[in-house]
Nanobody, 116 residues
Framework: QVQLVESGGGLVQAGGSLRLSCAASGSIYKLNTMGWYRQVPGKQRELVASATWAAITDYADSVKGRFTVTRDNAANTVYLQMNSLKPEDTAVYYC??????????WGQGTQVTVSS
């Protein structure tokens, strides 16, 4: 079983920054992808950013140049540095770990609210 614990969400003004963290524990296969999705009410959960164990990253077009995903493989932790935040970034952010060939595991979600 794998557990994910997220932290770092909150309320910030437009143009500000936040850093999200997600620590995974349990039986973790080292070949995995870790990342962040977000969801607003009435819409599907969407990819924000992800990073493989080899540090290959992927970003949603809407966050490119503003958000940076990094990971610490030794600590099984993934981070999301969010800069130049916009009100449209307001959402619940979910951490994901996707082992190669295995099931997805999700965190409980953390609220990010950007005021205009």
């Amino acid at each position: 079983q794998v557990q994910l614990v997220e932290s770092g969400g909150g309320l910030v003004q437009a143009g500000g920054s936040l850093r999200l963290s997600c620590a995974a524990s349990g039986s973790i296969y080292k070949l995995n992808t870790m990342g962040w999705y977000r969801q607003v009410p009435g819409k599907q959960r969407e990819l924000v950013a992800s990073a493989t164990w080899a540090a290959i990253t992927d970003y949603a077009d809407s966050v490119k140049g503003r958000f940076t995903v990094t990971r610490d493989n030794a600590a099984n932790t993934v981070y999301l540095q969010m800069n130049s935040l916009k009100p449209e970034d307001t959402a619940v952010y979910y951490c994901l770990i996707r082992p190669l060939g295995g099931p997805d595991y999700w965190g409980q979600g953390t609220q990010v609210t950007v005021s205009s």
